[in-house]
């Protein structure tokens, strides 16, 4: 399990661009629909618990499903698996082109525009699965697009992730005592 673990998310680790975000539909298509190790609740309880995680997305989501299916071995394979392409890949740019190379090569400044659209696509397109596999519909849709523009707008204090992280916690969770307050209302109106 440890060496399948290590050998998924090295190829997904060795075939996106675009990093941790353009990865997510990737390593959801393996590990919940393809493998079948984790349904999909709990697939985006980890992506949660990895996007709050400080450091790089890509290796904190394999973190955390190692960690969720075979402990700390798990997590350091996934982790591993996750690392060792890109590392490779930039170790081996890094021994062959510069900079320069790569801005006066018209075929690898080619390929590096052509990348450009799809690693974006790769970005956009989990963010459309998370919102429905989070029960986000389109009258719900305001509510990120407006967090997304205020982050943009580079106001001093609205343009801080942490503050919409607290308030989307606070608003969870006022959210869940509401609701346990309603259906203890209404098993209280049964009993009656």
């Known amino acids: ?3 399948l673990l290590f050998l998924t998310f090295a190829k997904i680790g060795a075939f996106t661009f675009g990093g941790g975000w353009a990865m997510i539909s990737i390593i959801e298509r393996e590990v919940v629909d393809k493998r079948h190790w984790l349904d999909r609740t709990e697939f985006l309880d980890l992506l949660a618990v990895a996007q709050s995680l400080p450091g790089i997305l890509a290796v904190n989501i394999s973190v955390v499903v190692g960690d969720k299916l075979k402990g700390l071995k798990g997590a350091i394979a996934a982790a591993t ?15 062959f082109l510069t900079p320069e190379t790569i801005i006066s090569n018209p075929t690898l400044a080619a390929i590096f525009k052509g990348i450009r659209p799809a690693v974006v696509a790769l970005i956009i397109a989990p963010v459309f699965t998370t919102a429905k596999s989070s029960g986000i519909g389109w009258r719900l849709a ?6 997304a523009l205020l982050i943009w707008s580079k106001w001093p204090i609205v343009s801080n992730p942490i503050l919409y992280i607290l308030i ?10 509401r ?9 209280e109106d049964v009993e009656k």
């Open 1 to 3: 399990m440890l060496r």
């Open 81 to 95: 698996g996750t690392i060792t392409p890109s590392f490779l890949i930039i170790l081996l740019i890094a021994m």
């Open 142 to 147: 305001w509510i990120p697009a407006a967090v």
């Open 168 to 177: 989307g916690g606070a608003a969870g969770y006022w959210l869940a005592i």
């Open 179 to 187: 609701s346990h307050k309603r259906l203890e209302a209404r098993k």
